[in-house]
């Protein structure tokens, strides 16, 4: 009986809760197609692969290539998980203190 409110994604099976979420879909779309406005063709993107915002905004960032005939650059996307993301920075600080 307790209410719950969730930030940034809730849960399917708690369908009833409130949840204040980013619109990571536009925001991905807006961002590329600013890049495309400045004259950008070839355009990549690092997401991230196990939350839904890193999902959304790829589809943002897909949409508006299509929107604009630009392909997709398979070559120019990164994907990475949370526990990659963890590794990454903890490489990226220890590099600096040396």
């Known amino acids: 009986g307790i209410p719950l409110v969730f930030f940034h994604g809730g849960y399917a099976e708690l369908e009833h ?3 204040i979420t980013d619109d ?3 925001g991905g779309y807006q961002l590329t197609r600013y890049l495309i406005s400045k004259g950008h063709t070839c355009i990549g993107g690092i997401f991230n692969s ?3 915002q890193g999902r959304q ?3 943002g960032y897909v949409t ?3 929107d604009a005939g630009l392909p997709v650059p398979d ?3 990164l994907w990475f998980s949370t526990e990659d993301r963890y590794s990454i920075v903890d490489c990226h600080e220890l590099s600096l203190l040396n």
Do not use: S, T
């Open 50 to 52: 196990d939350d839904l």
């Open 75 to 77: 070559d120019k996307l």
């Open 17 to 19: 809760e409130v949840c």
């Open 64 to 66: 508006a290539l299509h």
């Open 57 to 59: 905004r790829y589809q």
């Open 24 to 26: 990571n879909f536009m």
